[in-house]
């Protein structure tokens, strides 16, 4: 089959997708990838039929990396400001892609293509949905950390607090889809679901990429949901070499600290660099800073032989051989250190990544530090206390064992097959 898969977002969002791609291309099928075409030197030498899709993300622009990143109103810029102001024009990518040169036979589409679903309808192509995290289905009886009010998740367990939470959000979001109710308007289409919650889940297939050591089905998650396990892929273009000078300083010593902040917050790091590599001078310990590429990342104090500072490096080569990883709570960083069976040590920003923090916590396997308190001597502190117990690491390789039972790609891939081969509203 012809499948166009289709997301806008960070290099969490798009892995699991190239990773699907992949199976799916072994498979004998005909993947199609419409992305922002950031991510077109990426997909190009996989083989892989790659499709631009607008808006294009700049990732020189901080500024707006740290509008989106911000606890209060992130999500908000994030749709409001980047996304939605040229939803027409990612409609028109997404409709090119999915009927140029051929029409596609299923489409696989994540839950920032807010035109994805509306090219389903208008084209009658079945698709099938991804989310990431069990933070997307807002479940009221699993309700998620709201970065906005995260107080309110130390209630959530209160009689009825969940589905209260779940109004607040539909309150506070209630006037951002209008840009989605005037294109459906201007082709003729009825307002439809609640973009924002309903509407971007397939009623066909819903996959959520994520293990159950994250989250489990809920009563009020969306029908045809299958939970798959994570989806691993990190490689750069194909390459998943570590850097030669980090096998070297890896080969040369015992495991290190591994600090890192993710592929888009890394974009906004702040001083957590300056005041990880503090942090780990304090505790005597090997350390790693992944940077990123920007020079402002690198810190100022003059580092010791302990400190190995690298741009970039494959989590699923690095992370196992880490003793802690410190990191921002976003999914995919996270997957990689139950993959590998680490401990951790999160900094959440925004969006999913408090959610995903505290269900870490609550599995005993990580401690949280918000980032007003990322200080060196706090860091090190929480830090010497994680590597002193071995109940943490011990709680990491366990999860470690529930994860790798799992097989999302595989999962993933047979239910696509399935829904291609039975068509939509076919139950089992």
């Known amino acids: 089959m012809r499948i166009v898969l289709s997301n806008i977002g960070t290099f969490g969002d798009i892995n699991p997708l190239i990773a699907i791609a992949l199976e799916l291309k072994r498979r004998g099928h005909s993947p199609v990838m419409a992305l922002p075409n950031l ?4 997909i190009e030498p996989l083989g892989i039929e790659f499709h631009a899709l607008r808006p294009d993300i700049d990732p020189s622009n901080t500024l707006l990396i740290q509008m989106i990143y911000d606890v209060k109103k992130g999500t908000e810029t994030g749709l409001r400001e980047f996304l939605f102001p040229v939803l027409r024009q990612t409609y028109d990518d997404l409709l090119d892609a999915a009927t140029r040169p051929a029409r596609a036979d299923l489409l696989l589409l994540g839950e920032l293509n807010y035109a994805g679903p509306i090219v389903a309808e208008v084209t009658g192509i079945p698709w099938a949905s991804y989310v990431l995290a069990p933070f997307s289905f807002f479940s009221a009886y699993d309700p998620p950390v709201l970065p906005p009010y995260p107080r309110l998740s130390r209630a959530d367990k209160a009689p009825g607090m969940g589905g209260a939470m779940r109004r607040l959000a539909r309150f506070v979001t209630r006037k951002w889809p209008e840009p989605i109710y005037e294109l459906r308007r201007e082709l003729g289409l009825p ?13 066909h297939l819903v996959l959520a990429l994520f293990s159950r050591v994250l989250g489990v089905e809920q009563k009020d ?4 949901t299958l939970i ?17 000078q980090l096998e070297t300083f890896l080969n040369a010593g015992e495991p290190p600290a591994v600090f890192t902040l993710g592929s888009a917050a890394v974009m906004a790091a702040g001083d957590f660099y300056e ?5 780990a001078i304090k505790l005597g310990v090997r350390a790693v800073l992944l940077i990123g590429d920007d020079p402002r990342n690198r810190p100022e104090i003059s580092l010791p ?4 500072v690298a741009e970039y490096a494959p989590y699923s080569r690095l992370f196992p051989r880490a003793s802690l990883v410190v990191h921002q709570g976003g999914v995919g960083t996270t997957a990689q250190c139950l993959r590998a069976g680490r401990p951790m040590l999160i900094m959440p920003y925004s969006h999913d990544q408090p959610d995903n923090a505290r269900r870490m916590r609550r599995l005993g396997v990580a401690r949280v530090v918000q980032r007003s308190d990322f200080k060196a001597w706090r860091v090190a502190r929480k830090a010497r206390e994680m590597l002193s117990e071995p109940e943490y690491d011990e709680r990491a390789r366990a999860a470690a064992e529930e994860v790798a039972r799992e097989n999302g790609v595989m999962t993933a891939c047979d239910a696509l097959e399935k829904l291609e081969r039975q068509g939509p509203g076919i139950r089992d």
């Open 221 to 224: 998650w969306p029908e045809h």
């Open 305 to 308: 032989e302990l400190i190995c």
């Open 275 to 279: 005041q990880s590599a503090r942090a």
């Open 39 to 42: 991510y077109r030197r990426k």
């Open 191 to 203: 307002m439809g679901k609640n973009p924002i919650f309903e509407a971007k889940h397939s009623p």
């Open 228 to 244: 798959t396990g994570f989806c691993f892929y990190d490689a750069d273009a194909g390459n998943a070499a570590l850097p030669s």
